[in-house]
DNA sequence: ACCCTCATGTAAGTAGTTACATGATTAC
DNA sequence: GTAATCATGTAACTACTTACATGAGGGT
């Protein structure tokens, strides 16, 4: 149940209509938890019906009009409990590992080299992007706490890419060259 | 869609029954594919159904009884389709971090920090194992594709186990003590 | 008048989770 | 006989995805 701390979170941050959540979940909260406008939508009114956010007063009509939510005091209570309550991580589903796995029985098709080929340029440049996220916050400064935690957050984006562009070079070179020289590593 | 094709990869590995299966979803395959018994039960049926899989012949009653499937044709070429086919990398939606970043408006709790170490020890028994796992297949040679595969397949596991506890004692690091010495890296 | 973008939504379907039901076999 | 375990399943619910609907405002 983390969409509604998710969009608790981005509303805390910054209070936004249901347009504007669904850019920011296309770019930095989204990065680590996705949602499409439609969960938005329909979790913004579930979570205004429970008292958690309100829609801020406007003197316009409903349909095609922009709504801008903000939080209150029930709804930061919730995030909080949530944010330090037990819970485990979950587990992995990961459909190209899968697709490798299964290339065991099917044999290797030249489909699959080909996509981890996409996958890891695809992870590439996300981590480029990433990087240059660091290089502009670390030349903005990184005073507040609030700066700090979302600096480890984006370590954790880099690292996460990191795996995926080393692992999959691994993979390609294991299927593609088994007569194979060793990959370089990116650091 | 990838539920039926982890079932249908285990089973061409060794044909299996629902309870079976379950088991091996506890453990390897599981490791980047989970499912309950309840979705294997009812995966098994829609496969069986589509001609993808059969039960085995056999001549005790229904309820209650080990049934056991093995693939049939159509559901080897539908799962060599898969293999090859295009798909993107799956969204990311990680709760861990999620929780991380809500910390930047809510504040750390000690919860959370405490909740980083323990996810922290729990990826680093699991990387025990799969270590373990590795060692024992060392020793037992990797002569087939198969082994190699399943070789990359676990290589990914430990690299992104890795990926967590590296990442988790920077950020342990990062909330717990801003006066920081810097963690040494697990590799 | 027409199209494009901004903006909010509804409906239907698929996938995954949680709770419960029930029969068969083995251990004591 | 009764409890534990093996084994298969149903039902209800929550979460997520895909496709479509609709209205407002601006540009040409």
Redesign the interface.
């Known amino acids: 149940m983390?969409l509604p701390?998710?969009i608790?979170?981005a509303l805390?941050?910054k209070p936004s209509s249901g347009l504007e959540l669904t850019r920011r979940f296309d770019r930095s909260?989204?990065?680590?938890?996705?949602a499409t406008h439609q969960q938005i939508y329909r979790e913004l009114g579930k979570l205004e019906k429970a008292g958690h956010i309100r829609a801020l007063p406007t003197d316009s009509p409903a349909r095609g009009q922009k709504k801008e939510y903000e939080v209150l005091a029930p709804g930061?209570e919730e995030?909080?409990r949530?944010?330090?309550?037990?819970?485990e991580?979950?587990?992995?589903?990961?459909?190209?590992?899968?697709?490798?796995?299964?290339?065991?029985?099917?044999?290797?098709?030249?489909?699959?080299v080909e996509?981890l080929r996409?996958?890891r340029a695809?992870?590439a440049a996300r981590l480029a992007e990433y990087r240059e996220f660091q290089r502009r916050d670390a030349a903005r400064g990184h005073g507040t706490?609030?700066d700090?935690?979302?600096?480890?957050?984006l370590?954790?984006g880099i690292?996460?890419e990191?795996?995926w562009v080393?692992?999959l070079d691994?993979?390609i070179d294991?299927?593609a060259g088994?007569e194979h020289t060793p990959a370089s590593q990116v650091g």
């Open positions: 983390s701390h998710a608790l979170t805390l941050e909260i989204g990065y680590f938890w996705s930061r995030l909080e949530w944010v330090g309550q037990r819970e991580p979950r587990a992995l589903r990961d459909p190209l590992m899968l697709r490798l796995r299964a290339t065991g029985v099917v044999g290797v098709g030249e489909g699959l996509e996409r996958h695809l992870h706490e609030r700090r935690v979302q600096g480890l957050v370590q954790g690292d996460l990191l795996f080393n692992w691994k993979a294991g299927l088994p």
